[in-house]
């Protein structure tokens, strides 16, 4: 498991000064994948299925008359040597406080995802008795949410917003229908941009056994600015990778333009008739800087 900063807030950038194709040097998990937190049999599992992270869920993952067992049982699970993801009780239910005083100072916690953040004062309260290590994963999932972008963008120690773009959608009485959520998903990019965080985690695909409708969901939401998105099955984790990955023919385009301009001085060149300057060249280095992811 990724071990993230502590301090959220990106301090340095793969291209220097925040700017034209610069992106968050901190390499952030490209899938997340939800685990129920009443099913230890599960959790093992879900640690071993190749996703870049996991998230123990305790809230819609857990029915009511369980969640205070369940709690229970993932505390006496977790342990530093695999740090997860803890998805608590959102911060207007009876077991928020419990939840934070559980799992926000714990070693075997790399971050609390809070469902239905609205404010910085809740993420305030989550860090409360945190270790120096923790970090807040906000999901937008309500109007009042969605209002507050910016402000829980800035909240200490928000490493990047997550979408819960099924509840988002109840709560504004819109359609099941992608499009009518291009404008929401762009301003999530463009405010997690703006506040120096790194970009934003899709929602989930509800189709279990469809690979090609979790790879178009992921590849939408990468070419709208994403660089992650939230899983709810172990064979969702392959197709959300490879939507989330660059291209053989994209690295070997990134390559062919950094020797070039390497071979030039580090001057603007010309490659297959077209001019090739400082955009295209940090587009070039951001993607060749993800070779290794």
């Not at 599960?42 to 190749?50: E, I, P, V, Y």
């Not at 709208?224 to 994209?250: N, Y």
Request: aromatic residues 6%.
């Amino acid at each position: 498991m990724q071990r993230l900063p502590g301090n959220s807030q990106c301090q340095s950038w793969s291209l220097g000064a925040p700017g034209v194709g610069a992106t968050c040097s901190a390499r952030l998990p490209r899938s997340y994948l939800f685990v129920p937190a009443d099913r230890l049999d599960r959790l093992d599992k879900a640690l071993a299925s190749g996703a870049d992270a996991v998230i123990v869920d305790l809230e819609d993952a857990v029915s009511p008359d369980v969640k205070i067992a369940a709690r229970t049982l993932v505390a006496s699970w977790l342990t530093p040597a695999r740090e997860v993801y803890i998805r608590i009780n959102g911060a207007g239910t009876e077991w928020f406080k419990q939840d934070v005083a559980h799992f926000a100072n714990h070693a075997g916690v790399a971050g609390i995802v809070l469902p239905k953040a609205e404010s910085a004062e809740q993420i305030v309260t989550v860090l409360e008795t945190a270790h120096d290590r923790l970090v807040v994963l906000p999901i937008i999932e309500t109007a009042q949410g969605f209002w507050n972008l910016v402000e829980l963008c800035r909240a200490p120690r928000v490493s990047r917003v997550m979408f819960g773009s099924l509840d988002f959608q109840i709560d504004l009485g819109l359609a099941d229908d992608p499009e009518v959520l291009l404008a929401y998903r762009s301003q999530l990019v463009l405010v997690s941009r703006v506040a120096g965080i790194g970009a934003p985690v899709d929602g989930v695909t509800t189709t279990l056994d469809d690979d090609g409708a979790t790879f178009a969901d992921a590849k939408r939401a990468q070419r709208m600015g994403f660089r992650g998105k939230l899983c709810i099955h172990p064979k969702q984790i392959d197709s959300v990778h490879r939507a989330f990955s660059h291209t053989r023919a994209e690295r070997a385009w990134a390559q062919r333009v950094l020797d070039t301009v390497a071979a030039n001085g580090g001057a603007a060149v010309s490659i297959d008739g077209k001019m090739v300057d400082l955009p295209m060249i940090l587009k070039a280095r951001e993607i060749a800087g993800s070779f290794d992811a």
